[in-house]
């Protein structure tokens, strides 16, 4: 829980710092690079791992910055992190950033499940259904799911549309039974 809380601080600075200069977009990309950076383990090591000198982290850090050219308050934001002891927070402060730029350019990010892939003119339909439903611009990524047997399984944020067969006969089953 104090992981969400000091994530969801960190994002709203940074995404203030953007609105200021209307870079937050910007911003967010390079979070999301370095982010993913990260997923390496030996470079996440050497820059949270207290068993090496902090000095040492900090000159990794410096390096990894210098190669990637971000720039200077995304640079400066991460150097934060590391010396508030918070990078270790990376992650959750990304996806809180994340959320809360899409947020700000009026995006939803909707998951689609279906038994088998949609064609590009179904997956065209449902965001533009999904799209008025939300009044916002959505992102549609689709997964495939066999075990729904059919039909499709809309999520977008707390949303959920399920109009799979495996529900549709889940319900049936239940109000055979009820009689």
Not at 126 to 136: I, S, W, Y
């Amino acid at each position: 829980m104090i992981s969400q809380t000091i994530a969801r601080r960190y994002a709203k600075a940074l995404l203030a710092l953007g609105q200021e200069d209307g870079n937050f977009t910007q911003y967010g990309e390079e979070l999301a690079a370095f982010t993913r950076l990260l997923a390496n383990r030996e470079l996440a090591e050497a820059l949270v791992n207290p068993i090496y000198p902090a000095d040492s982290r900090l000159g990794v850090l410096k390096a990894v910055l210098a190669k990637l050219k971000l720039s200077k308050i995304v640079e400066n934001f991460l150097g934060l992190l590391f010396d508030k002891g918070r990078i270790s927070h990376l992650e959750a402060i990304n996806s809180n950033f994340q959320l809360m730029v899409d947020e700000a350019n009026n995006i939803k990010r909707a998951m689609v499940v279906t038994a088998g892939p949609l064609s590009a003119a179904v997956q065209a339909r449902v965001q533009e259904t999904l799209a008025r439903m939300t009044g916002k611009t959505v992102i549609l990524e689709a997964k495939e799911d066999p075990e729904i047997l059919g039909g499709i399984v809309a999520q977008v944020g707390d949303l959920t549309l399920d109009g799979s067969v495996r529900t549709q006969l889940k319900n049936l089953k239940e109000s055979l039974i009820k009689g």
